[in-house]
T-cell receptor, first 114, second 112 residues
Framework: DTGVSQDPRHKITKRGQNVTFRCDPI?????LYWYRQTLGQGPEFLTY????????KSRLLSDRFSAERPKGSFSTLEIQRTEQGDSAMYLC????????????FGNGTRLTVT | DAKTTQPPSMDCAEGRAANLPCNHS???????VYWYRQIHSQGPQYIIH???NNETNEMASLIITEDRKSSTLILPHATLRDTAVYYC?????????????FGTGTRLLVSP
């Protein structure tokens, strides 16, 4: 399967701990997106990379959140000092560079903060 | 990006066509209509997109009205595996940043 891969699929952590998620996009996709989804809601945009450059960040991305894509391939999303409100599904997507190219999503990392 | 309006839920019998409506009355000329679906515990899956002409692929057909203020996604022969939340999204396309803005979608239940 050459789709978008996310690791881990599930993460349970205690409040105050740091967590890091990884996303491996489809090869040759130079655009990478992070979204967050809470129960009953559609995914909400967090941030966007074109190659290694982080070009857009949502106001949802507080200073406890940081995303990187150091070599323009895989990306990591770190949440520091987790809070119960961070519990959600974190989705990664990637796309070709062409205008209007559809986003292809991974199956997400479900975070539970206890 | 223009806002969309979808019914919160719909039912469909297995084997019948599922017609999912979407209203996007404030759409502008450089905005496309995209459809995604999300099956439980999976990420959203791209289905189809279009500008003003009707589009068809192996998954579905997209019918856009002439004034582009609404569209319909058609699953010609719905199966149980088509049970999912379907999102209609209007996306402005330009040379810059092109995120997708999701609403709450339509929950389609396909029954035997």
């Amino acid at each position: 399967d050459t789709g978008v891969s996310q690791d881990p699929r599930h993460k349970i952590t205690k409040r105050g701990q740091n967590v890091t998620f990884r996303c491996d996009p489809i090869s040759e996709h130079n655009r990478l997106y992070w979204y967050r989804q809470t129960l009953g809601q559609g995914p909400e945009f967090l941030t966007y990379f074109q190659n290694e450059a982080q070009l857009e960040k949502s106001r949802l991305l507080s200073d406890r959140f940081s995303a990187e894509r150091p070599k323009g391939s895989f990306s990591t999303l770190e949440i520091q000092r987790t809070e119960q409100g961070d519990s959600a599904m974190y989705l990664c997507a990637s796309s070709f560079p062409g205008t209007g190219s559809p986003l292809h999503f991974g199956n997400g990392t479900r975070l539970t903060v206890t | 990006d223009a806002k969309t309006t979808q019914p919160p839920s719909m039912d469909c019998a297995e084997g019948r066509a599922a017609n999912l409506p979407c209203n996007h009355s404030t759409i502008s000329g450089n905005e496309y209509v995209y459809w995604y679906r999300q099956i439980h515990s999976q990420g959203p899956q791209y289905i189809i997109h279009g500008l003003k002409n009707n589009e068809t692929n192996e998954m579905a057909s997209l019918i856009i009205t002439e004034d582009r203020k609404s569209s319909t996604l058609i699953l010609p022969h719905a199966t149980l595996r088509d049970t999912a939340v379907y999102y209609c999204i209007v996306r402005r396309l330009n040379t810059g940043f092109q995120k997708l803005v999701f609403g709450t979608g339509t929950r389609l239940l396909v029954s035997p």
